[in-house]
C-alpha cells in the first residue's frame, strides 16, 4: 500500500511525522510524495498557529480526499485539537485525533482500514501523558531532531498552543539519551532538540532540568553538534549560561523569541520580560560567545500597537543586532485574550510593518554573514550537487563549495570567499 503524509508547522511536527512514516515502512507501506494522486492513505499533520495555517491546514486535508476518493484520510495535529475546527474535518476524515495518540496513529489507521468504521478520538490534551516515540534513522544523513518535550504553560496573550499542546511534559532523560546514542551510531552528527517549550524541560521532572539534559548529551561519543531549535529569554539562567560557557558541543546559534521591541506590546503580550531585561541577556551571552549567531521572532501589528511601538520594535531589533529573524503577522486566535482586545490593526497596515521589519532582518543577515568573508570555519556537508557541496557551519551559515560525494557527513574546514543571495562560496581547506 502507498502513503503519503503532509506536514505544516513547527520541528514538533516534522518528528511526530518521521516516526509516523517509519512505522509504515516498517510495516510494508511505500512512502510517495503527497503530490501522487494514487495513495491508499493520505496523512495530514496539521498546525493552528496562525490564520494562514488553518487555511493550509483544510487546503490539504481537501486536497487529499480529491485526490484519491477512495483512499483513507487521516488528521491529526493542534487544527484537529481545536474542537471548534472538527466541522471542517469530520467529513473529509476517516481517522481524527488531535496531538494525542500520534504514536498509535497507524495503528489506528489499519484499524480503520479492517473494520471501515470512522475513528474519531480528540481528547482533553490537559489531561494527556508525554506521547513517547523514538527515532533511530532521520529523513537527513547529518541532522536529526529529537523531541524531548510537549506542552506550554506560558499563557501568551495571542497564543492558542497551551490549549492544542496542553502542560509541559518531558520525555525521560535515559530515553533521550539512548535516542541520540543511536542517532549517533547511525553516523548523524547534529542533534537539534526541540520542544513545544524546549527550554522548560525537565519542569515536571523531580531534580532534573535542561541543563542537566545538555550535560549528559555532550559526554556522547560521536555527537560533534548539538543544537536548541527555540529557547525562551526567560530561561536562559546562570546554570544554562555556565553549561554554554563549557560546552563543546552546543553550537554557535540560538534562536531566541522577541516578539515586540515595546515594553509596552510585551506587556500586553503577557510576555516574562522587558526589552531591558532581554538585552541584558544577549549581552551576557555574548561576553561567553562573542561571535555566536543569534535569531527571534517578531510578531507585528499587535492589538494596540501604534507606529511608534513599531518603531521601537525597529530600533530594538537593530540595537541587539540578529543575525536574523521570522516577522509573523498579528494572528487572530479563538480562545486567546488578545482575539478580544480593542484597537486591532488593519490586515494592509500588518502587511506594510511586516515588509519593513522584514527588510531589516535582511540587512542584519546580510551584515552577519559577510562579518565571516575571509575565516577558515568547519562545515559538515548535507547535499552534494554536480561537483559542489552545500553545509553549514555550527553557526548556521550556509556554505556551498567544490566538494565530493563522500564528504557528506564529515566535518571539513572551508575558507569563506565570497557572499550572495544568504549562502556563503568557500574553498575547502582540509578534511
Given at each position: 500500500m502507498k502513503v503519503a503524509v503532509y506536514t505544516l508547522g513547527c520541528k514538533v511536527n516534522i518528528y511526530e511525522s518521521e516516526y509516523a512514516i517509519k512505522e509504515f515502512v516498517k510495516r510494508g507501506y511505500e512512502v510517495?510524495?503527497?503530490?501522487?494522486?494514487?495513495?491508499?492513505?493520505?496523512?495530514?499533520?496539521?498546525?493552528?498557529?496562525?490564520?494562514?495555517?488553518?487555511?493550509?491546514?483544510?487546503?490539504?486535508?481537501?486536497?487529499?480526499?480529491?485526490?484519491?476518493?477512495?483512499?483513507?484520510?487521516?488528521?491529526?495535529?493542534?487544527?484537529?485539537?481545536?474542537?471548534?475546527n472538527l466541522d471542517d474535518i469530520i467529513n473529509y476524515a476517516d481517522v481524527l485525533i488531535g496531538n494525542n495518540d500520534k504514536s498509535r496513529v497507524v495503528d489506528l489507521i489499519e484499524e480503520f482500514i479492517k473494520t471501515k468504521k470512522k475513528i474519531i478520538d480528540v481528547k482533553d490534551i490537559l489531561k494527556e501523558d508525554f506521547d513517547d516515540m523514538q527515532i533511530s534513522h532521520f529523513n537527513t544523513r547529518t541532522r536529526a531532531l529529537i523531541k524531548i518535550e510537549d506542552g506550554c504553560e506560558n499563557y501568551c496573550s495571542y497564543c492558542i498552543i497551551p490549549y492544542t499542546r496542553g502542560k509541559v511534559r518531558s520525555k525521560d532523560p535515559k530515553k533521550v539519551i539512548k535516542e541520540a546514542e543511536q542517532l549517533c551510531k547511525n553516523g548523524y552528527k547534529e542533534i537539534v532538540l526541540t520542544g513545544i517549550h524546549t527550554g522548560h524541560y525537565g519542569a515536571d521532572l523531580n531534580g532534573y532540568d535542561f541543563s542537566d539534559l545538555l550535560l549528559d548529551l555532550e559526554r556522547i561519543e560521536g555527537l560533534k553538534r548539538i543544537r536548541i531549535s527555540s529557547i525562551e529569554i526567560t530561561e536562559l539562567n546562570d546554570k544554562f549560561l555556565k553549561t554554554l560557557k563549557n560546552s563543546n558541543k552546543i553550537v554557535n546559534h540560538l534562536h531566541i523569541p522577541l516578539q515586540a521591541g515595546s515594553d509596552k506590546i510585551l506587556k500586553l503580550m503577557n510576555r516574562k520580560y522587558d526589552t531591558k531585561y532581554y538585552l541584558d541577556k544577549i549581552n551576557k551571552i555574548r561576553k561567553i560567545r562573542p561571535d555566536i549567531a543569534i535569531t527571534t521572532d517578531v510578531i507585528v501589528g499587535f492589538p494596540k500597537e501604534k507606529k511608534e511601538d513599531f518603531n521601537e520594535t525597529i530600533n530594538f531589533v537593530k540595537?541587539?543586532?540578529?543575525?536574523?529573524?521570522?516577522?509573523?503577522?498579528?494572528?487572530?486566535?479563538?480562545?486567546?485574550?488578545?482575539?478580544?482586545?480593542?484597537?486591532?490593526?488593519?490586515?494592509?497596515?500588518?502587511?506594510?510593518?511586516?515588509?519593513?521589519?522584514?527588510?531589516?532582518?535582511?540587512?542584519?543577515?546580510?551584515?552577519y554573514y559577510k562579518n565571516h568573508i575571509g575565516k577558515n570555519m568547519i562545515v559538515i556537508p548535507e547535499v552534494y550537487n554536480d561537483g559542489y557541496v552545500t553545509g553549514h557551519t555550527d553557526n548556521y551559515l550556509k556554505v556551498i563549495f567544490k566538494g565530493c560525494k563522500e564528504l557528506i557527513g564529515k566535518e571539513v574546514k572551508v575558507k569563506l570567499t565570497e557572499y550572495e543571495d544568504k549562502i556563503l562560496k568557500g574553498t575547502l581547506i582540509s578534511k
Open positions: 510517495v510524495d503527497f503530490s501522487c494522486c494514487d495513495a491508499d492513505v493520505y496523512l495530514i499533520n496539521t498546525c493552528t498557529v496562525t490564520n494562514v495555517s488553518d487555511q493550509k491546514s483544510r487546503k490539504m486535508i481537501r486536497q487529499a480526499k480529491k485526490k484519491n476518493q477512495n483512499a483513507v484520510i487521516a488528521v491529526m495535529g493542534c487544527f484537529s485539537q481545536i474542537k471548534e540595537k541587539v543586532s540578529f543575525a536574523g529573524g521570522h516577522v509573523f503577522p498579528f494572528s487572530k486566535r479563538s480562545k486567546t485574550r488578545a482575539a478580544l482586545m480593542d484597537d486591532q490593526i488593519t490586515n494592509e497596515e500588518k502587511h506594510k510593518r511586516s515588509k519593513e521589519l522584514i527588510s531589516v532582518f535582511d540587512k542584519l543577515e546580510d551584515c
